[in-house]
């Protein structure tokens, strides 16, 4: 096969699974602007299904809280995740060789095992029905996983990078924040996506932790759908309002998340 007829085949294939990919975003799109209730797509677009879904579903409010939970969440477990990362992957803690598989065990535990004795236990702190508690909660299971990725990426970049900078004077903070992270951005940026992704997402613990005016957005769509599970539109239209923030956060860094994601297979 020559070198033309393969690049050919290369694009036919990928244009058919191109399509089959986007075969159901279309239709949910179309099912979202229908006037019909059941869905089916027409040639009168009906805008407004929109604005219906998000005064029914009170998403106003909704959303301001999972984007409350979700920009805190994303915040402090980056800025651990760098931390632990930094400290696993460059400057050798004492006791690594235990302290980091223990840290690991966290990506491993379901949270439905542990869904029960953790509301009981936050009950009895006072922080069930509240933000902080959900936020506590999402970090801590988001913290291992941002871990065992920034140490990753911590251990590719060339170790005479911090060799340099240690000669030069800087301290482990200094090197850290002013040298190491911004040769790290390609890895940050994918660990944030996946970060905002899990969270904004997250249905079961908002739906366990969190009540009445705390509603998260999942929570919402969830109620918004069963009061109008016959209206095929409505609930399309909702369903893209919820996963707009993540469709538009993954468009603007989608290069820098592939190339964060290809970053650890480079090594010195």
Known sequence: MSARSEKIWN??????????????????????????????????????????AWTNADFARSMTVSLTITVVVVIVGTVLALLGGYAFGVLGVVGDRVLFPVILLGMMISLEAIIVPLYYQFRSLGLTDSLLGVILIHVGMGVPFGVFWMRAAFRALPRAIFESAEMDGAGPLRTLWSIAVPNLMPAVYTFILLSFMWTWNDYFLSLVFLHGDNQTATVALGVFQGRYVTQINLMAAGGLIVAAPVLILYVIFQRRFISGMLAGAIKE
């Open 11 to 52: 694009y036919v294939i990928l244009t058919v699974m191109a399509l089959i990919v986007l075969w159901p975003v279309g239709t949910f799109i179309a099912a979202a602007v229908s006037p019909d209730r059941a869905g089916r797509p027409s040639a009168d677009l009906q805008w407004g299904n929109f604005a219906t």
